[in-house]
C-alpha cells in the first residue's frame, strides 16, 4: 500500500537515487518511505524487504553490535548518498536588506524629504535677487561663493542621514551575526552516544550518519529517525511531531520506529539511524516550513511540477492510515479553515510577557518622543507665525510673486530646525544602548559559563528575587561516593574490608549492582595521572559501581557474562516509582529481579533482610522502624543520600506477569544499605552568601530525603540553625497548600513560600507549583522575579514557567536545555551569581546611557526651541545637532553599555518591576547638569560677542557665512557633553566618578575620539559644519567650561534628594502597563492562566503539532492555488515581525516558542486586523 501511493511521488528523485545507491543495499526513497510507516505495519515491511532488523543492518554494511567501523571514506561516501545530519538554516538578511529597513524610521525620512528640498532651493536662483522687496535676505555681507555654499547644509543633513543608517544596519548585522554564532553553538553543545567500532563514543548530533547505532536513554532528544534495535521499558513522547500527549510504548516487535525531534521518557536501548537532515520526519516538516532556503528556490523554479506533486502528497496523506493521519482528519473539516487563519494570528502575538526593562524603555521612549513631537511642532509653528508677522505685518511688505522661492527657503529652514528639535528629542539610540549592552553581556557571559539561549534573559536576572535551586550537581559536585554502608546487620561507617561480609551476600550484592544499573553508567581511569576516576552516566549509579571496586570486585566481569541483550525485563527509574529493577533469568529457568532505589520506598517492600551469616530473616514493619532510626537518619544527617538494594526471586512456572508492577515490586529480600555522599562545592557557601546579601533567597528543591537535604542545606548556608525557616517534604507541602478537594489554592500558597527553605522529595509538579505559586504571589508589593535551575526532563514545565531558567549543560537533558533560558555550562551554582551581575549591570548601564541622554535632549530642544523662538535660528544647526546625536546615541550608548560590572553591585537589593526606570537621584543629576549647561549656553547666546569680543551670530541672514560666535557655542556644548559623560558613569550619587574608568578601555577610546573628531570638525569643518575655525584661547575656554560640569557634579551630589520631594521617577511600570495591548483585549476571554496552560502539557503539544499541521496543509494549499510560496511564508512572518517592534532584542526562538503554546482560549479573541 505504502509502495503505491508514495511511487508518484517520488518518481522525480528516483532517477538520481538509482545511481546513488550503488554500494549500499537500499536506497534514500526507500528508507523515506519506510519511515513513514508505523506500528506493526513497519515490522511487516521490514521483514518482508530485509528479512528482519538483522537484514536491514546487513543492507545498510552496519553491524547490530559493533555499529560502523568509522572509516572516514565510509562515512563520507554515506553522507553523500544518504545526507547530513543538519537542516539547513534560514538564509540572514543581507546588509543592505538591513540598511533599507533602518532607512523606514519616520524621523529619519522626514530628515530626508526636508534635506531633499533644500538642495533643491538652493539650486534655484530667484530672479528677484537683488530686489530689496524681499525681506532680510540679502543683508549682511554675502559673497557670491558663500550664495553657492547653499546646497551644502542639504548634502549634509543627508550624509550624517547615511551615516546613522549604516551604524544601525551595522550593529543589526552584527547582533544577527552574533545570534546565530550562538544557536550553532548551542547546537555544536548537543552531542549523542553512538556505537562505532563496538566503542561507546560522544559524537556531535551534526556527525551522526545513516547507519549508525545510536544509544538511547531517558531524556534524550532523539537526534535523527530510527529503528530500534533492542529496548528496555522504553517510552517515547512523540507529541511534538503527532500531538498525541500519551507516552507510546516502543518495542522491537511491536513499534520499533523512533522519529527525530521526540522525546525519551523512560527506558532506554539501541537504534539503528535510517534517515538524517532534511530526510528525517522532523526534516521534512522544516522543509515544508521552508527553512531549507535553498529549496524554496528550487521549488520557485519547478512550480509547474511540483504542483503536482504535492497533490499526491496530500492524497497520501489522506489513504495513510495509523495516527498521523488521524491528526490531519479534523483539520479539513469547515470550520478548521476559520480556526486556521485565526490561529496563524493569534499564534504571531509573543505570548511572553515583556521583560521588565524592555517594557519600562518602550514605555519611556513613547513618553519621551511625544514631548518632542510637541516642541518640534511648536518651534516650527512660532517660527512661521514670527517670519509672517514680522514681513507682512510689521514691514507691510507685499507678498510678491518673485519672492515666492526666497519665502519658501526660509520655510524650509524652519522646517529642518524643527525636525531637528525632534530628531534631537527622540532617544532613538535606547534599542541601540540595549542591544549592545545586551549582546556585549552575552559574549562576556559565555566566559563565565553562562551560555544564553534567550538575550532578555540576562536582563531579566538582574531583577531576580528568588532562585529554587537543585541540590544534586549544582550545589553539589555530583561525584558520588559510597561512604558507609549497613550490610549483613552491621552498620559501617566507613567501607568493610569484602573479608567481613559473608560471601554469599557478598556475590548478591556485587550482581545486584552490576546488572540492575544502565551499562552506559561506567568507571573510567583518570584523564590525568593521580586525578580521580572518570565517572560517566548515572552518577549515583557510578557511587555504587564505586562500591563494588571498593570491594575488591570487578563489576564489567559480571556484566560481560549476562550483556545487555539477556536481560529479561527492565523496570527504568522515574519519578513516580523513584527505583529500578531489572529482572534475570537464571539458567535453570527461574527469575531473580534486583531492585535498588531510596531507602525509605525500597524497604516497605521489603518483608526480609540478609543477616550476618547471608540468610534472609524476617523483617518486620517494626524492625523497619527501628532500622531507620538507627541505619537512615543519622546517614541522612550527615549528608549522605540513602540507597538500598534488594531483590526477589520467582518460580520458572507460571512466569509472573510482568506487567504487573504492583504484585511483582514487593516481598523483596534487602540485601544491604548504602550511604553514597556527594560534597558540596566549594565556591557554593560563598555564592549562597553574595546572594542573600544581594536579596535574593536561594531555596532548595530536591528529590533527596528529608534529613540529607537539611543537613546539605545547612552546609550550603541555605539555611542557619536557629532561623525561622520551613524545611518540608513533597507530601507536608501538598497537605498544606490544597484544599478539601485537592486543589492548589494561591492564599495556602502564600502562608507556605515565604519561609519556605527546603523541599524534600518534590515531584516536578511540586516544583512547578511552587514556581508559580511564588510568581503569582500578591502578598508583597513587588512581583517576585523567580529563576529556577533543573537538568531532568521532567524539569522542563517549571524552567519554562519561571522567570529565567537555568539547565545544566553537563548533566542536563535536551529537554531541560529546550526549556531553558541560559544554559550553565560548568552546572555550578556560582556562574548563577556571576549571571545576577551581569544582569544588574545591564539594568545599571542602560540607566547610565539614559542619564546622560536626557541631559543632551532637554538641553538640546531647549536651546533649539528659545534660540529658535527668539533670534529665529537654532543657535544649533542641524548637522551640528546630528553631529551631537551621534555622540550621545550612537557612541555614548557603546561607551557606557559596555562597563564591566563589579562585586558592588551584589551589595544591594533587587530594582523590583515597579521601581522606575529613571530614579530620583538620576532625575537630580539629569536636572541639575540641564540647568547648568543652559545657563552656560544662553550666556554665551545673548553675551557671547561682548565677553570674546567677536561679531554676533544672532540674526544672521540665510546664507550667511558661520560665525565665531556660534561656533564658540557649539564647541561648548559638545565639550559639556564629552565631560558629563564621565559623570554619567555613576548613577548611586557615587563621588568618584573616574573609579574603575581604565577598566573600561572602550570608553577612554570613546571619548578621547570623540575628542579629536571634534577639533577636526571645529577647525575644518566651514560650511557644511557651521563652524568657523577658533584660536587656541577660545579652545582653552571651551574645555574649561567643558571641565566645569566635573565641579557642577560634585555639587548635585551633595544635596540630598529629601530635600527635593518634587523629583518623581519616570518609566514606572504599573500592573496594567505589564500587558501588551493584544493581552488585554483577550484578558476578558482568558480565565485560564498560562501557567495552567503550560502545565496541560499534553494540550500544548497538541497545538504545537496541530500547528505544524495546519503550516503544512497551509503550504500544500498555497501550492495547490499556485500562488507563491514566498508570499505564504512572508504573510507569517510580516505578523510575527509586527509583534516584535518593542526593541527588537528578543531572540526568535521566544517567538517561535510562544507560537506554539498560544491555545483556543486565546485564538478566538485575535484581533481581526493583524494580517
Not at 554494511?61 to 537542516?87: M, Q
Not at 500519551?246 to 539501541?270: F, I, N, Q
Not at 548613577?987 to 573628531?1013: K, M, Q, Y
Amino acid at each position: 500500500m505504502g509502495d503505491m501511493t508514495n511511487s508518484d511521488f517520488y518518481t522525480k528523485n528516483q532517477r538520481n537515487d538509482s545511481n546513488h545507491a550503488v554500494g549500499f543495499g537500499c536506497s534514500l526513497m526507500e528508507l523515506r518511505s519506510l519511515m513513514e510507516l508505523r506500528g506493526t505495519e513497519a515490522v511487516v515491511r521490514i521483514q518482508e524487504d530485509s528479512g528482519g532488523i538483522e537484514g536491514l543492518c546487513q543492507r545498510l554494511k552496519t553491524s547490530p553490535t559493533e555499529g560502523l567501523a568509522g572509516v572516514s571514506t565510509d562515512l563520507d561516501k554515506r553522507r553523500e548518498v544518504f545526507g547530513r545530519n543538519l537542516i539547513p538554516p534560514k538564509k540572514p538578511k543581507t546588509f543592505l536588506q538591513l540598511v533599507w529597513e533602518a532607512l523606514q524610521d519616520v524621523t529619519l525620512i522626514i530628515l530626508e524629504i526636508a534635506a531633499m528640498i533644500s538642495l533643491g532651493l538652493s539650486f534655484y536662483q530667484p530672479p528677484g535677487e537683488g530686489s530689496e522687496s524681499c525681506g532680510t535676505v540679502s543683508a549682511g555681507a554675502e559673497d557670491e561663493g558663500e550664495s553657492e555654499a547653499g546646497w551644502i547644509e542639504g548634502a549634509a543633513i543627508l550624509l550624517s542621514v547615511v551615516c546613522v543608517v549604516l551604524v544601525t544596519a551595522f550593529n543589526d548585522w552584527s547582533k544577527e551575526k552574533q545570534f546565530r554564532g550562538l544557536q550553532s553553538r548551542i547546537e555544536q553543545e548537543q552531542k549523542f552516544q553512538v556505537v562505532r567500532g563496538s566503542q561507546v563514543i560522544q559524537l556531535p548530533v551534526a556527525d551522526i550518519v545513516v547507519g549508525d547505532i545510536a544509544q538511547i536513554k531517558y531524556g534524550d532528544l532523539l537526534p535523527a529517525d530510527g529503528i530500534l534495535i533492542q529496548g528496555n521499558d522504553l517510552k517515547i513522547d512523540e507529541s511534538s511531531l503527532t500531538g498525541e500527549s500519551d507516552h507510546v510504548r516502543k518495542s522491537a516487535d511491536k513499534d520499533p520506529m523512533l522519529l527525530s525531534g521526540t522525546h525519551v521518557m523512560e527506558g532506554s536501548g539501541r537504534m539503528l539511524v535510517t534517515a538524517v537532515g532534511v530526510n528525517s520526519q522532523t526534516g521534512i516538516i522544516f522543509t515544508l516550513l521552508g527553512a531549507g532556503g535553498e529549496e524554496e528556490e528550487k521549488k520557485e523554479k519547478k512550480g509547474k511540477m511540483q504542483d503536482g506533486n504535492m497533490e499526491n502528497c496530500q492524497t497520501k496523506v489522506k489513504k495513510q492510515d495509523g495516527a498521523a493521519a488521524m491528526e490531519m482528519q479534523p483539520l479539513k473539516s469547515a470550520e478548521g479553515g476559520e480556526t486556521d487563519e485565526k490561529e496563524k494570528k493569534k499564534a504571531s502575538v509573543s505570548k511572553k510577557e515583556k521583560s521588565v526593562l524592555q517594557g519600562k524603555l518602550t514605555k519611556l521612549a513613547v513618553q519621551i518622543g511625544k514631548a518632542g513631537l510637541v516642541m518640534s511642532a511648536i518651534t516650527v509653528i512660532i517660527l512661521v507665525l514670527y517670519f509672517a508677522v514680522d514681513n507682512f505685518v510689521l514691514q507691510k511688505r507685499q507678498w510678491l510673486p518673485e519672492c515666492t522661492p526666497i519665502y519658501i527657503q526660509y520655510f524650509v529652514k524652519f522646517f529642518i530646525i524643527g525636525v531637528t528639535v525632534l530628531v534631537v528629542a527622540v532617544p532613538e539610540g535606547l534599542p541601540l544602548a540595549v542591544t549592545i549592552s545586551l549582546a556585549y553581556s552575552v559574549k562576556k557571559m559565555m566566559k563565565d559559563n553562562n551560555l544564553v539561549r534567550h538575550l532578555d534573559a540576562c536582563e531579566t536576572m538582574g531583577n531576580a528575587t528568588a532562585i529554587c535551586s537543585d541540590k544534586t550537581g549544582t550545589l553539589t559536585t555530583n561525584r558520588m561516593t559510597a561512604v558507609q554502608c549497613y550490610v549483613a546487620d552491621v552498620h559501617y561507617k566507613a567501607i568493610p574490608d569484602p573479608g567481613s561480609i559473608p560471601p554469599k551476600t557478598l556475590d548478591t550484592l556485587v550482581n545486584a549492582i552490576s546488572l540492575n544499573s544502565a551499562y552506559t553508567t561506567k568507571i573510567l581511569p583518570p584523564d590525568k595521572e593521580g586525578g580521580l576516576p572518570k565517572q560517566v552516566g548515572n552518577k549515583t549509579e557510578c557511587g555504587l559501581l564505586g562500591l563494588v571496586l571498593d570491594l575488591k570486585r570487578d563489576y564489567q566481569t559480571v556484566r560481560n557474562q549476562i550483556p545487555e541483550e539477556k536481560l529479561y525485563k527492565v523496570y527504568t527509574f522515574n519519578s513516580v516509582r523513584k527505583s529500578m529493577s531489572t529482572v534475570i533469568k537464571l539458567p535453570d529457568g527461574s527469575f531473580r529481579m534486583y531492585s535498588k532505589g531510596a531507602s525509605e520506598i525500597v524497604l516497605k517492600k521489603c518483608s526480609r533482610i540478609l543477616n550476618e551469616v547471608g540468610e534472609p530473616r524476617m523483617f518486620r514493619p517494626r524492625d523497619r522502624d527501628e532500622m531507620v532510626k538507627k541505619v537512615i537518619e543519622p546517614m541522612a544527617c550527615d549528608g549522605l543520600r540513602t540507597i538500598c538494594v534488594a531483590y526477589r526471586d520467582f518460580p520458572a512456572d507460571p512466569e509472573p506477569n510482568w506487567e504487573e508492577e504492583n504484585n511483582i515490586l514487593t516481598d523483596l529480600t534487602a540485601i544491604c544499605v548504602v550511604g553514597i555522599e556527594d560534597p558540596v562545592r566549594p565556591e557554593v557557601p560563598d555564592a549562597i552568601l553574595k546572594c542573600q546579601r544581594a536579596g535574593i533567597t536561594v531555596r532548595m528543591v530536591t528529590g533527596d530525603n528529608i534529613n540529607t537535604a537539611r543537613a546539605i542545606a545547612i552546609k550550603c548556608g541555605i539555611i542557619h540553625p536557629g532561623e525561622d525557616f520551613l524545611c518540608i517534604d513533597g507530601k507536608e507541602f501538598n497537605r498544606r497548600i490544597r484544599n478539601e478537594k485537592g486543589e492548589v489554592e494561591q492564599e495556602r500558597i502564600d502562608k507556605v513560600w515565604p519561609k519556605l527553605r527546603v523541599l524534600a522529595r518534590s515531584s516536578p509538579t511540586d516544583k512547578h507549583t511552587l514556581v508559580k505559586g511564588i510568581i503569582d504571589s500578591t502578598l508583597v508589593d513587588q512581583r517576585q522575579v523567580v529563576a529556577v535551575t533543573g537538568d531532568g526532563t521532567n524539569d522542563g514545565p517549571a524552567l519554562k514557567k519561571a522567570d529565567v531558567g537555568f539547565a545544566m549543560g553537563i548533566a542536563g537533558t535536551d529537554v531541560a536545555k529546550e526549556a531553558s533560558d541560559i544554559i550553565l555550562t560548568d552546572d555550578n551554582f556560582s556562574s548563577i551569581v556571576k549571571a545576577v551581575m551581569w544582569g544588574r549591570n545591564v539594568y545599571d548601564s542602560i540607566s547610565k546611557f539614559l542619564q546622560f541622554q536626557l541631559t543632551v535632549n532637554v538641553v538640546a530642544v531647549i536651546v533649539a526651541f528659545t534660540g529658535a523662538c527668539i533670534t529665529q535660528d537654532s543657535p544649533l544647526k542641524a548637522v551640528q545637532m546630528l553631529w551631537v546625536n551621534l555622540i550621545m546615541d550612537t557612541f555614548a550608548s557603546l561607551a557606557l553599555a559596555t562597563e564591566p560590572p563589579t562585586e558592588s553591585l551584589l551589595m544591594r537589593k533587587p530594582y523590583g518591576r515597579n521601581k522606575p526606570l529613571i530614579s530620583s537621584t538620576m532625575t537630580k543629576n539629569i536636572l541639575g547638569h540641564g540647568v547648568y549647561q543652559l545657563i552656560i549656553i544662553f550666556t554665551l547666546l545673548f553675551v557671547g560677542e561682548q565677553i570674546f569680543d567677536i561679531d554676533s551670530g544672532r540674526h544672521a541672514p540665510l546664507h550667511s557665512p558661520p560665525s565665531e560666535h556660534y561656533t564658540i557655542i557649539f564647541n561648548t556644548f559638545v565639550m559639556m557633553q564629552l565631560f558629563n559623560e564621565i559623570n554619567a558613569r555613576k548613577i548611586h550619587g557615587e563621588r568618584n566618578v573616574f573609579d574603575g574608568i581604565f577598566r573600561n578601555p572602550i570608553f577612554c577610546s570613546i571619548v578621547l575620539g570623540t575628542f579629536a573628531i571634534q577639533i577636526v570638525i571645529v577647525q575644518f569643518g566651514g560650511k557644511p559644519f557651521s563652524c568657523s575655525p577658533l584660536d587656541l584661547e577660545k579652545w582653552m575656554w571651551c574645555v574649561f567650561l567643558g571641565l566645569g560640569e566635573l565641579v557642577w557634579g560634585q555639587v548635585i551630589s551633595t544635596i540630598p534628594n529629601s530635600k527635593l520631594r518634587f523629583l518623581k521617577g519616570a518609566g514606572r511600570l504599573t500592573q496594567k502597563d505589564e500587558m501588551t495591548p493584544e493581552e488585554e483585549l483577550n484578558e476578558d476571554q482568558e480565565e485560564i492562566d498560562h501557567a495552567e496552560r503550560e502545565l496541560r502539557r499534553g494540550q500544548i503539544l497538541w497545538f504545537r503539532g496541530l500547528n505544524r499541521i495546519q503550516t503544512q496543509i497551509e503550504v500544500v494549499n498555497t501550492f495547490k492555488s499556485g500562488t507563491s510560496f514566498q508570499g505564504a511564508l512572508r504573510r507569517q512572518s510580516s505578523t510575527t515581525s509586527q509583534n516584535q517592534d518593542v526593541t527588537n532584542v528578543s531572540s526568535p526562538s521566544h517567538v517561535s516558542l510562544s507560537n506554539a503554546l498560544s491555545s483556543p482560549t486565546s485564538t478566538a479573541a485575535a484581533p481581526s486586523g493583524q494580517c
